[in-house]
């Protein structure tokens, strides 16, 4: 596609009635808003005057520490569309009166960019929660599920309209297909199937000039490529995605087995390191550190006596037995491995199609790849980290298997042949008036330093959806973020991939309309 050529625009933009004419008075946002009346029903705009704009811009809130800012510099206003043409509508609209957009879809954004602008801009939020079907094609074996769904909900129709069938993604129902799919998708279905991006088949967007462009042929290679991992917010709103589903056996495994220093956890993670990405690619166990314990989670795709003899003779060390293991339908496991034992006394439509949550603590999150186990040494070291009165953790999730089979360059996502695990550093905290702001405390950042020779380097690799603006935040210059700028952050989720990321960002929104503190820049190729 090439770059819009403004006069085209215009003519396109008038002709549909997205020109507003100018009262003197008029603000953009009035014309914004305005011009959004014109095409969308008035119930699907919400502005701060409406008594349901707070439950509302709040309600996918997922990180405590965002609540008061993005109550405090809310949007001009917020879209829920019912139709892809609603977003069409905000799209022009907004590239006419020069309102940006904020797209969410499940708001678990790690920074909240998906309802937040840490700049002093007037943006809106197109939020994607009633585009949320999900059309399972069992004979098939594909899926076209909306990006307003939760994982959960699309967990749920697969397996209710496909036994036997599953769909690989993360481990919290509530994240929302659509900025889960865009940066990757990271789950314990990975090592056999790789990320939920590898197995998208096609998708539906809406590009920088309000076209919709209905599968991938009208959208092109580039594009395809770059909205199956290159991150969310950059390149389009995508409304609509087919995905491929996976075989699932009718009973899978999981066992969460818990050692203390005293019981030998320092030695386990270190032995953990080499044998968990070199199992057999339908075992995955991740581990999580913390309160100086290991607590190592599994998923089997297969029944118990299968993974206990596999873990004799490749684990001895985490002594797993029967009695630690737990089978169940993969539906159960999904809500399982989240909810825990509420699976006993909740349905599972109660626990997977709920998008309410309680709003949790301030959260902190730091992202990094593995391709070198650490020593024995450093994980003493790690173990007993002063942790203060902030709860910390760390999450080890297993690579290998099918995400080494894969190459770098085939998805936006870099990290795959020679990644051992990454790391997800979690801080949780209460801003219960000690620190009396939302200041992050240092547990994290004093760790992440630590850190810094036993994992990747140059560039020191992050994974796009654990957001984190400490990586880098872009620049604007002239209009448009400099892609020196976003280089800093970019070539640490995305390695060699972020500069094809940006001339293809270039190629669909030259203008640089799709913006926000950690978007793709357009490669001006004019520059040297
Ligand atoms: C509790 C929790 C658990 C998590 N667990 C995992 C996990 O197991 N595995 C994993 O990989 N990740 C996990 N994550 C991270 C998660 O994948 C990302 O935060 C993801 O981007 C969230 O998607 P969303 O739609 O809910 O977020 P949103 O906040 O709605 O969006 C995230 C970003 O994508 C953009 N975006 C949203 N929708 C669209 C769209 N339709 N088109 C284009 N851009 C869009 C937004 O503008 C924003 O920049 C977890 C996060 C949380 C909070
Ligand atoms: C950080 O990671 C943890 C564990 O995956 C998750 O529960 C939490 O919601 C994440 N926080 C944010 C802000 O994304
Ligand atoms: C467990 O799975 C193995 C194959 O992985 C199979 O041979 C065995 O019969 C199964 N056992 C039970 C009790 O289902
Ligand atoms: C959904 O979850 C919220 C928060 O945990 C809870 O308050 C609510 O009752 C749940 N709704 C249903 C229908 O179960
Ligand atoms: C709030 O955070 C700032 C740093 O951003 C710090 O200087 C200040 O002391 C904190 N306030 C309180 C009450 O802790």
Known sequence: MAVPNPIALLLTVCFLGF??????????????????????????????????????????????????????????????????????????????????????????????????????????????????????????ATTWVDSGATIGELYYAVAKAA??????????????????????????????????????LDATIVDADGHLLQGKEAMGDDLFWAIRGGGGGSFGIVLSWKVQLVPVPPKVTYFSITRTMKQGAVNAVTKWQKVAPALPDDLSVRVVVQKRQANFQSLYLGNSSAVVRTLHRQFPELGVTRADCREMSWLQYVAYIYFGDAINSSPLEALLLNRTMP?????????????KALTKAAWQKIFTWPSGAADGELILEPH??????????DTPYPHRSGVLYNIQYVQLWNDNGARGNNSTPNWINGLYDFMAPFVTKNPR????????????????????????????????????????????????????????????????LIRK
């Not at 977003?87 to 909240?112: K, T």
């Not at 709003?359 to 391709?371: A, E, Q, R």
């Not at 290998?400 to 360059?409: E, L, P, V």
């Not at 991939?497 to 270039?506: D, G, P, S, T, W």
């Open 359 to 371: 709003l949790g603590p301030f959260v902190k999150n730091k992202s990094d790849y593995v391709k």
């Open 461 to 524: 690799a992050a994974y796009a959806n654990y957001k984190d603006l400490d990586l880098g935040v872009n620049k604007v210059v002239g209009g448009v973020t400099t892609y020196e700028s976003g280089k800093v952050w970019g070539e640490r989720y995305f390695g060699g991939n972020f500069r094809r990321l940006a001339m293809i960002k270039r190629k669909v929104d030259g203008h640089d309309y799709f913006r926000n503190e950690q978007s793709v820049p357009p490669l001006l």
């Open 400 to 409: 290998g298997g099918r995400m080494s089979t894969i190459a770098d360059t």
């Open 163 to 200: 036994p036997g069938l599953g769909f690989p993604a993360g481990v919290c129902p509530t994240i929302g297909v659509g900025g889960h799919f865009s940066g990757g998708g990271v789950g314990l279905m990975m090592r056999k199937y790789g990320l939920s991006a590898d197995n998208i």
């Open 19 to 140: 020109y507003v004419p100018a009262m003197s008075l008029a603000s953009s946002s009035d014309k914004f808003l305005l011009c959004l009346s014109i095409h969308v029903p008035s119930q699907l705009v919400l502005t701060p005057t409406s008594p349901s704009f707070k439950p509302l811009l709040v309600s996918s809130i997922r990180n405590a520490k965002f609540v008061a800012p993005a109550t405090a510099r809310p949007p001009l206003c917020i879209l829920t569309p019912t139709k892809a043409s609603h977003v069409q509508a905000a799209v022009r609209c907004g590239r006419y009166h020069g309102v940006r957009l904020r797209v969410r879809s499940g708001g678990h954004d790690n920074e909240g960019l998906s309802y937040r602008s840490q700049r002093p801009e007037v943006f809106a939020v197109v939020d994607l929660a009633k585009l949320d079907a999900v059309r399972v094609d069992p004979r098939g």
